[in-house]
């Protein structure tokens, strides 16, 4: 079982930063990939950024040069970094997780973006 706890949301103004952190618990498996969906309201799921063997992607054309993704895997975190935060950035964030030899994604509760002045 691999347990992730997002942390980081928050009220931010228009133009602002924000980091976002995930955590993983894990017992013996191996991460290989993580990466932040995000959900806005009324509208679906999207897949936001991954991070896998080192590469990084950012998927959402409305996000790219204003987000980046990094990973420590000493303590298995990963982060998403947000600048020139928009309202239309207003949204929950979930973290998720890949492990070597199992078929699940493993999900974390979700973290609320509000981007509002």
């Known amino acids: 079982q691999v347990q992730l706890v997002e942390s980081g949301g928050g009220l931010v103004q228009p133009g602002g930063p924000l980091r976002l952190s995930c955590a993983a618990s894990r017992r013996s498996h191996r991460i290989y990939r993580m990466g932040w969906y995000r959900q806005s309201p009324g509208k679906q799921r999207e897949l936001a950024a991954q991070?896998?063997?080192?590469?990084?992607?950012i998927f959402t054309n409305s996000v790219k040069g204003r987000v980046t993704i990094s990973r420590d895997n000493g303590n298995d975190t990963v982060y998403l970094h947000m600048n020139s935060l928009k309202p239309e950035d207003t949204a929950v964030y979930y973290c998720?997780?890949?492990?070597?030899?199992?078929?699940?994604?493993?999900w974390g509760q979700g973290t609320q973006v509000t981007v509002s002045s």
């Open positions: 998720y997780a890949n492990v070597v030899g199992l078929s699940s994604t493993y």
């Open positions: 991070i896998s063997s080192g590469r990084s992607f």
